[in-house]
C-alpha cells in the first residue's frame, strides 16, 4: 500500500490519503529478524508519505540493530538463517533478509542513512557466500553494487 501511496501521493483524494495512513498506522516495529526488517520498511514509507523525519530515523535505527549474529532469530553463528524459532529459513526469510538490507541500504549508500558499508554489515556480506553456499551450490552473491563495493573493500 505505501509503495502505491508514494507513487499516487499527487492524485489521491484528502479522503484517500487519510485513509492510506490510517491503514499504514498498523505497522508498528516490533519483533524479530527479517519480519522486523518488514515492519521498519512500512513504517520508512509511512514517514516519508507524512514527512517525519523523527520516525524514519527510528524505523532506520530498527532496521540496523538487526544487521548481527543473533542466538536467537536472524543470523546465525553458522551463516544460517533462523526465524520463527531454531527453524532454517534460507530460502524465504533468509532471502528476503538479504534482499531487504541491500535493497534498501543500497538506496543510502553516501548518506547519513548509510548502515551497509560498516563492519555491522558482515552478515550481510558473509552469509551468502558461507551460510548458502552449501543449500545453493556455491552461488556467489555481491550484497551491494560492485561500485559501492570496490571502495568499502568489501567482497
Not at 43 to 50: C, G, H, N, P, Y
Not at 89 to 101: A, E, I, K, T, V
Not at 120 to 133: E, H, I, V, Y
Not at 136 to 155: D, I
Amino acid at each position: 500500500m505505501g509503495d502505491f501511496g508514494l507513487l499516487l501521493q499527487d492524485k489521491l483524494s484528502e479522503q484517500q490519503f487519510a485513509g492510506l495512513i490510517d491503514y499504514m498506522n498498523n505497522s508498528k516495529i516490533k519483533i524479530t529478524g527479517q519480519n522486523k526488517v518488514w515492519l521498519c520498511c512500512n513504517v520508512m514509507v509511512r514517514a516519508l508519505l507524512i514527512d517525519d523525519e523523527a520516525l524514519f530515523e527510528e524505523a532506520i535505527r530498527e532496521m540496523k540493530s538487526v544487521i548481527k549474529i543473533e542466538n536467537d532469530e536472524g543470523v546465525q553463528f553458522d551463516w544460517s538463517f533462523h526465524q520463527h524459532g531454531r527453524q532454517q529459513q534460507f530460502g524465504n526469510y533468509g532471502l528476503s533478509y538479504l534482499s531487504s538490507l541491500t535493497q534498501i541500504g543500497g538506496l543510502f549508500l553516501g548518506t547519513r542513512y548509510t548502515f551497509l558499508m560498516n563492519r555491522s554489515c558482515l552478515s550481510c556480506a558473509t552469509m551468502p557466500s558461507k551460510g548458502c553456499r552449501g543449500l545453493y551450490g556455491g552461488v556467489k552473491w555481491r550484497p551491494v553494487p560492485a561500485v559501492a563495493s570496490s571502495s568499502s573493500g568489501m567482497p
